[in-house]
C-alpha cells in the first residue's frame, strides 16, 4: 500500500473576519482546500472574491482590523495561526514566499535588485558577502535574467516589468521555500512575457518541488497553469477539483458564467463596411526620444516610426503588440500629450499635429482617451458628478445643463444617476472605468481612444465593459481607436487591426484575415503565446 503525503499546505474550513460597517460580516466562509508538493493550485474568482485575503490570511499579513475568526491554516504539520508575529516572520521567505501583482509597488525603488535579494539572504543566510552575491547573480540566471552584473546594480525602474517580475520571482524563489503564492503575477504584463513567466514558473516549480498557489482572474492563465482550480465567489467556495473537470465541465453556474464571459480569440466574420471619410486619419507618425548630452553619448530611441492607419466613425481599430512597441506613444501622440517628431494627423478637417494652442484646445473636445487605471486617472477628492461635467464647464457649457448631460450618460453606462454625488473609492474597478467612459463622452467626442481600458478587470466586468463600448458606438457612431495586449479581447471588438513591433507597423488588416493567416512572425509569436489559447473553452461554456 503506498504512503499518502501530507499536502505542503491544508486550509480547513477558514472564515476571515471584516471590521464594523462593512458591506459584509465575513470577506471569506467555509475554504478548504489543500496544496501538494509540486502542485499548483489556482484560486478563480472575480475581484471581491476573497482570493487575496486567503493568501493574506496563510502570508500572516492580514490588516490589523481584519482576523481569521474560524478554520485552520497548516503549513506541514505546523499551525500557522498559533505563531507569533515573530515566528511568522521566521517562515517567510525560508518557508513561504510570495509574488505580488505590481512589482513596481513591492519593490524598493531606492535600493538596487541586487541589494534587495542581498538583503533577504543576510537577514535568513549565515552566507559571506560574496557568497551571497554569487547566489543573487545564480538566481537572476535561473529566472532568465539578461546580463545579471547590470541587472544586480540596476534600479527597478530601470527595467521593464517582465524584469521586474522576474525579480520578485527570484526573491521568493531564493531561500527555496516548501510554498510559493503567487497573487495576479501576470495581469499586467503583455501575452509574449506573460508566457515567459507562466512557463518560468512552472519549469521552477517542477524542478524544486515547490507547492504553488496561484491566483487569478483570468481563465487563460488557468488553463495554461492550473493542476487543481478553487472557484470562488463573494467569499465561499463555489466548485473546486481538477483544472479539466472543472473548466471542460463545470457543475456550477457561476463557473458556466466565468467560462462563458472568455472572449474567443477566433475573430468573427465583419459583416458592415464603412464607407464614411475618415474621422481620423494618421499619416506616417513618427516619435523620437533624444538621450544624453553634455560629455555623454547622445542616443536617440524610435519609439513609433512611420506609422499610418484611418479610422471611420462606427470603426474599431486596434493596435497590438508588448510593452514598449510603441501603442501608448501613438495614442498620446494623437491627442498631442506629447508631440509627435514628424508626420500628421487629421481630426476630420483640423490638423492635429498643427495649429495654434487654442486651435488645438478647441479640437480636443472631439477626441477623448480612456486610460486603463481609472482609479488612478480619476481624482479621488473629486467627486464623480464633478469628475464629468469638469470637461463641459470648461468648455463653456452651464453648470445645470453639464449636470442633466451627466445624469443621461450614467444611464448609458448602466449606472444610477444617484452615484454622482459619490467617490470613485466606492465603486469597484469596472464601475470606476464605466464613469471613466462616462467622463470621456460627456463632451460629445467623434474619436474615443481606449488605453488598456479594460486589461485590469475581471473577465465577466470585461465582457460587460466591452458589450457597453460596442451599444454606445453604435449609438452615437464613435469611431474607436482600441490599445490592447490581449489579443482576445481584440479578436472580438476590433473591426481592424495593427500590430506593432519596435515601434514599426509590421502587418495590419481586418482583425479576421490578421488572426486567422499572420503573415509576419511577430503575429505568428504574439498569437502563439495567448495563454489557454489550446483550451476550448468553448464546449466548456455550453456544458
Known amino acids: 500500500m503506498s504512503e499518502t503525503r501530507a499536502p505542503v499546505l491544508s486550509v480547513r474550513d477558514l472564515a476571515v473576519a471584516l471590521p464594523a460597517g462593512a458591506d459584509r460580516a465575513l470577506a471569506v466562509e467555509h475554504i478548504s482546500f489543500d496544496v501538494g508538493a509540486g502542485e499548483i493550485v489556482c484560486l478563480l474568482g472575480e475581484s471581491g472574491s476573497g482570493k487575496s485575503v486567503i493568501s493574506f490570511a496563510v502570508m500572516g499579513l492580514l490588516p490589523d482590523n481584519v482576523h481569521v475568526s474560524a478554520g485552520e491554516i497548516r503549513l506541514g504539520d505546523t499551525n500557522l495561526l498559533s505563531l507569533t508575529a515573530a515566528q511568522l516572520r521566521e517562515l517567510r521567505g525560508d518557508e513561504i514566499a510570495m509574488i505580488f501583482q505590481e512589482p513596481m509597488t513591492a519593490l524598493n525603488p531606492v535600493m538596487t535588485c541586487g541589494a534587495q535579494l542581498d538583503e533577504l539572504l543576510s537577514e535568513h543566510t549565515a552566507f559571506s558577502a560574496a557568497e551571497r552575491h554569487a547566489k543573487t547573480l545564480a538566481m537572476f540566471e535561473a529566472v532568465k535574467l539578461p546580463e545579471p552584473e547590470r541587472i544586480f546594480a540596476s534600479y527597478p525602474h530601470q527595467l521593464s516589468g517582465g524584469q521586474r517580475q522576474r525579480i520578485m520571482i527570484a526573491m521568493a524563489l531564493i531561500l527555496e521555500p516548501k510554498l510559493l503564492i503567487a497573487d495576479e503575477p501576470t495581469t499586467a504584463l503583455d501575452v509574449t512575457t506573460q508566457a515567459e513567466v507562466l512557463a518560468l514558473i512552472k519549469t521552477l516549480q517542477r524542478e524544486r518541488g515547490t507547492a504553488v498557489l496561484f491566483i487569478t482572474h483570468d481563465m487563460g492563465v488557468v488553463a495554461e497553469i492550473a493542476d487543481r482550480v478553487v472557484v470562488l465567489q463573494q467569499g465561499k467556495q463555489v466548485e473546486s477539483g481538477a483544472k479539466h473537470e472543472v473548466l471542460q465541465s463545470p457543475r456550477e453556474d457561476y463557473t458556466r458564467m466565468l467560462i462563458a464571459a472568455v472572449p474567443p480569440i477566433d475573430p468573427p466574420e465583419l459583416h458592415h463596411h464603412f464607407a464614411d471619410a475618415p474621422a481620423l486619419s494618421v499619416q506616417e507618425l513618427c516619435k523620437t526620444y533624444s538621450s544624453g548630452g553634455w560629455l555623454q553619448k547622445r542616443r536617440e530611441t524610435r519609439a513609433a516610426t512611420l506609422v499610418s492607419f484611418d479610422v471611420r466613425p462606427g470603426e474599431t481599430v486596434g493596435i497590438v503588440g508588448e510593452s514598449g512597441s510603441g501603442k501608448s506613444t ?18 476630420r478637417d483640423v490638423k492635429l499635429h498643427a495649429g495654434s494652442r487654442e486651435a488645438l484646445k478647441a479640437a480636443r473636445k472631439r477626441i477623448q482617451i480612456v486610460f486603463q487605471d481609472p482609479y488612478r486617472s480619476l481624482d479621488p477628492r473629486q467627486r464623480v ?91 452615437l457612431n464613435l469611431a474607436i481607436l482600441f490599445i490592447t495586449h490581449d489579443l482576445r479581447v481584440a479578436a472580438q471588438i476590433c473591426d481592424r487591426v495593427l500590430v506593432m513591433q519596435h515601434g514599426i507597423v509590421v502587418e495590419q488588416g481586418t482583425t479576421r484575415d490578421v488572426f486567422r493567416a499572420p503573415t509576419h512572425e511577430y503575429t505568428r509569436k504574439l498569437l502563439a503565446s495567448a495563454p489557454g489559447r489550446a483550451f476550448q473553452f468553448a464546449a466548456a461554456a455550453a456544458t
Do not use: W
Request: glycine content about 6%; proline content about 6%; charged content about 25%.
Open 330 to 347: 501613438v495614442a498620446r501622440c494623437i491627442t498631442r500629450l506629447i508631440d509627435p517628431s514628424q508626420g500628421e494627423v487629421h481630426l
Open 385 to 475: 458628478g464633478e469628475a464629468i461635467i469638469e470637461g463641459p464647464v470648461n468648455f463653456g457649457v452651464p453648470r445645470e445643463q453639464a449636470l442633466a448631460r451627466a445624469r443621461e450618460l450614467m444611464t448609458l453606462v448602466r449606472l444610477s444617476p444617484d452615484v454622482l454625488s459619490r467617490y470613485p473609492n466606492e465603486f469597484s474597478g469596472g464601475q470606476r472605468q464605466r464613469i471613466s467612459i462616462a467622463r470621456a463622452l460627456a463632451l460629445d467626442p467623434e474619436v474615443l481612444i481606449c488605453d488598456e481600458a479594460v486589461s485590469a478587470l475581471d473577465v465577466s466586468v470585461q465582457a460587460q465593459v466591452l458589450k457597453l463600448l460596442e451599444e454606445i458606438q453604435a449609438e
